[in-house]
Every structure is written in C-alpha cells, then in structure tokens.
C-alpha cells in the first residue's frame, strides 16, 4: 500500500548499495510515500553498488561522501540543500562495517587500527553527519533522524565482535545529540534495533544464517525483514512520531522480549536426545577410523 505519509517532506539516506540494502528499500519507500529524496554513498560503494538505478528510480541524485571525512559531509549537506533549495525533513544512517569481522579476527584478538575503523565508520560517522547538519542548520522544526542498529548492543551474540561496541556507541550518540538537537530544534533522534538481516554488510557477519533461523524461531512474529524495516523507519520520518526522541526501537518480531519460545526448546530438546544418542553409541567420544 502507498500513500502520502511523506508528502512534502524532503531527505537524505546514507548507505544504500543493491536492492538488498536497507537503505535501498528506505529510499524507494519513502519516495512512494511522496518524499523527495538524496542518496550518497561512498565513492568506491558506488562504484560497486547499483546506486545510480537507484537513484534513476527515485528521480533524484548521488552525492558521493565519505561519512568519516567531515569536509565531504559538508560538501554533501550544502549540496543536498542546494538540490532541494534549502533545509530538508529528514536523514537515514545506515552505515556500518568492521575490517575485523572481514578479516575473520576475533575479539578477544582484534587489530586496533581495524576497531578505530570499526567505530570510526559504523558510529562516530553518526555523530559527525548530525554536527554537520546541525550547524549548517540543514534540518527543518521537528525533522527525524534514524540510524539502524542491532541487539548486540545490549546482549552478547558470538561473531559480532567489534560491531556490538560501534552499536552501542551509536546508540548512545542518539541520545546525547538526541537532547541536544531536540531542546534546539525540535529534531528527533531515535536507533532502530533490527533483526538480523541478509544485507551485504549483514553477511559478513559470522554464521549469520544460524543467527537468523535462531531469530525466527524465538521471534513471537518472525524476523523482520528489510522491507519491513523501511516502512517502519518511514513512520519515524512521518509527522506522527513527532514525540518520540532518544530512543533505540526495536523492530524485531518480539525478539528482543523474549527468554525462548517453544519452537526454539524443541530445537534445543531435539539436539538434546541427538547427543544422548550419541554418547550412548560412542561412550569414549567418536573417533576416525
């Protein structure tokens, strides 16, 4: 279903590069909803990427920018700006990418320079696109600002490693510049807590297919998914969200409430009475023959 949701309104998204990203489906979204839109990305992501189909089907532009350089976002939001001919409505961040985790090094043995990285690009950058914005005084009274994040900021989930420090960082960036931004200009700063997700930058995590079976199987509703994200995040753009500020929402399926669920013990219980099997047959541990 489309509608006017966004009628009028006008903003930036950050971080979409296929039709599997996030943002891909934020961006197409909003604009059915009647938002004009700009779209960036670094330049070696658009490179890679499908962007510029992207942004043919949105009717609208690319600015390329590295969200870690503060000179390109002041470049990006003075061009935004003067694309839209002045102060836009809202920004999406859905930026994030550890070199540990592509690397396959663990976290109790990361590569600091790959953690600074890590949290340079998945949360300081976050920090740094709402500084600029906010003294360019880009954002119009009572826009919206949206990063996505993960529960790993809050619980442990092996083969997150540094990711769950850039979530929890970015989460708190929300709502220091949350307090900020909003006592100033009524702008609203809010995370969303995802389920895990099969994006480019989603599968680099390690083993992240049992991850999302897991999510499922707790999951009262099942795993969000992107398409579902994006229109949930439209509501946080929307002018009925107006009071809702500083928070990390989950969008989740009811993962994030849950202790186990019955699909998920009888998982447990069939891999149960699997090893009882087994040390019942190979009482000294299976050995090659």
């Not at 930036?12 to 839109?37: M, T, Y």
């Amino acid at each position: 279903m489309t509608g006017n949701l966004l009628k009028g309104k006008k903003g930036l998204i950050f971080g979409a590069l296929n039709e599997h990203s996030i943002a891909w489906k934020v961006a197409e979204r909003a604009v059915e909803e009647g938002a004009e839109i700009v779209l960036t990305n670094t330049a070696v992501s658009i490179r890679m990427g499908n962007i510029s189909e992207l942004a043919d089907k949105c009717n609208t532009i690319v600015i390329p920018a590295d969200a870690t350089n503060v000179a390109d976002l002041e470049n990006l939001i003075d061009k935004t700006m003067e694309h839209f001919g002045g102060s836009f409505d809202f920004i999406l961040h859905s930026i994030g990418m550890s070199p540990n985790v592509r690397k396959g090094r663990h976290y109790d043995d990361l590569d600091y320079d790959f953690l600074q990285k890590t949290l340079d690009i998945s949360a300081i950058s976050f920090h740094k696109v709402i500084q600029v914005a906010r003294k360019k005084d880009a954002l119009n009274e009572w826009g919206s600002i949206v990063a996505l994040s993960y529960i790993a900021a809050q619980r442990t989930l092996y083969g997150y490693n540094d990711m769950a420090d850039a979530k929890a960082l970015l989460e708190s960036i929300a709502r220091s510049f949350g307090y900020i931004y909003g006592r100033e200009k009524h702008v609203r700063i809010n995370t969303v807590s995802q389920s895990p997700t099969p994006t480019t930058a989603g599968n680099g995590v390690l083993g992240l297919g049992d991850l999302m079976s897991f999510a499922e199987n707790m999951s009262p509703l099942g795993n969000a998914s992107a398409e579902d994200c994006a229109d949930y995040v439209l509501t946080l753009f929307s002018d009925f969200t107006r009071k809702v500020t500083m928070q990390n929402l989950y969008h989740d399926g009811g993962f994030s409430s849950m202790g186990m669920s019955r699909r998920a013990m009888r998982t447990y219980e069939k891999g149960m009475r699997f090893e009882d099997v087994q040390e019942h047959q190979y009482p000294f541990g299976k050995t090659d023959e």
